[in-house]
């Protein structure tokens, strides 16, 4: 608790560029959660050096990931939006707790396996450790809540595991965190294979959605999403295609399945494209233009990132000297 709020935290990686998929399942919810929560959103460049990464293009991107959490609407005076590398109690609290997590626990995380036949040439000991790291962001914040999507459960499945063993030795030192699944929850899917997920990683640059995507290149993509034959813009299992482009208006333009649905009764799927393709820019246009903006305002951006990182490393602090004297290590003398 801080101030009679629950603490949520969750973060994300400033690597690849952000979709669609992105802010809808992701960062549109988060706006939601301010007023509720005292809300720690971290840019988690620790966990992006896991794989290689060109040193200049990440500090570029984990700066765009920040202003566009700004830009997005998430006010920073009241969401602590901070990057990962600058408060050392991530690292410090990771390494603790790295001595109360198991080999075999960390061999049966999906991610890894995946992540690991995917770098091959680099299976390094950060990469198989991240889940650690990742518990450690959400314990140094005595989290309650974390906004998630499936892919991470497991992660922070573990997190708990390793809060609760340590709590079990040493006290209630950590809060145990909650998976927080959002009232929308838009998986939003790729636009050329509506079965697998919208992904910054697809090669096929017509399946996403980019967030910085132009006008015209957003309309072309909707206009080439992979449809069907039915002639029917009916939300059902199958048809997996016109299920995500009205999951995609729907969450757009804050309508329901129902209303959608019966606003393109009879109509074509080209004039149904062309719609999801208009409100998805009536979204993102407002975003772009304030994340340029806001990308020009040097000074006001280094505040930010100064303040945030002071306020994060305060809480921080606190939990880490807590876990310090319980495992044993010698009081600071000032
Ligand atoms: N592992 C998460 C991802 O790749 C990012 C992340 C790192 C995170 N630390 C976190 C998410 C803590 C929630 C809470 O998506």
């Given at each position: 608790m801080i101030d009679g709020k629950k603490v949520l935290f969750s973060g994300m990686q400033a690597t690849g560029n952000l979709t669609l998929g992105n802010y809808l399942g992701a960062l549109k919810n988060w706006l939601t959660l301010s007023d509720e929560y005292e809300c720690f959103y971290s840019v988690v460049d620790l966990h992006s050096i896991t794989v290689r990464q060109e040193p200049a293009e990440l500090r570029k991107r984990a700066r765009n990931l920040l202003t566009l959490y700004i830009a997005a609407g998430l006010d920073p005076k009241k969401n602590c939006i901070y990057y990962q590398s600058h408060v050392s109690g991530h690292a410090q609290l990771s390494w603790i707790l790295n001595c109360f997590t198991y080999m075999g626990e960390l061999n049966r995380m999906t991610q890894f396996k995946d992540k690991a036949a995917k770098h091959a040439d680099n299976i390094n000991a950060g990469l198989f450790t991240y889940p650690v790291l990742m518990a450690a962001d959400i314990l140094l914040f005595q989290a309650d809540v974390v906004p998630v999507g499936k892919d991470q459960l497991q992660h922070l499945e573990i997190t708990r595991d390793i809060a609760q063993r340590f709590n079990a030795i040493?006290?209630?030192?950590f809060t145990i965190p909650e998976p927080y699944v959002g009232k929308t929850g838009a998986k939003i899917m790729s636009l050329q294979d509506p079965l697998k997920k919208m992904s910054?990683?697809?090669?096929?640059?017509?399946a996403s959605i980019l967030l910085m995507d132009d006008e015209d290149t957003i309309i072309r993509k909707f206009k080439r999403a992979v449809t069907d034959s039915e002639a029917c813009i009916c939300y059902r299992d199958e048809q997996p295609g016109i299920k995500n482009l009205l999951d995609i208006y729907c969450t757009c333009t804050n309508k329901s399945t129902e209303e959608a649905v019966k606003e393109f009764q009879g109509k074509g799927y080209g004039e149904f494209k062309l719609a999801v393709g208009e409100a998805v820019v009536s979204v993102l246009k407002p975003i772009q233009e304030e994340f340029n903006r806001l990308s020009k305002d040097k000074a006001y951006i280094d505040g930010i990132i100064k303040e945030n990182a002071d306020k994060a490393g305060y809480f921080a602090n606190k939990t880490l000297r807590k876990v310090e004297k319980k495992v044993g290590f010698p009081e600071r003398i000032r």
């Open positions: 040493y006290g209630d030192v910054k990683s697809d090669e096929n640059p017509n």
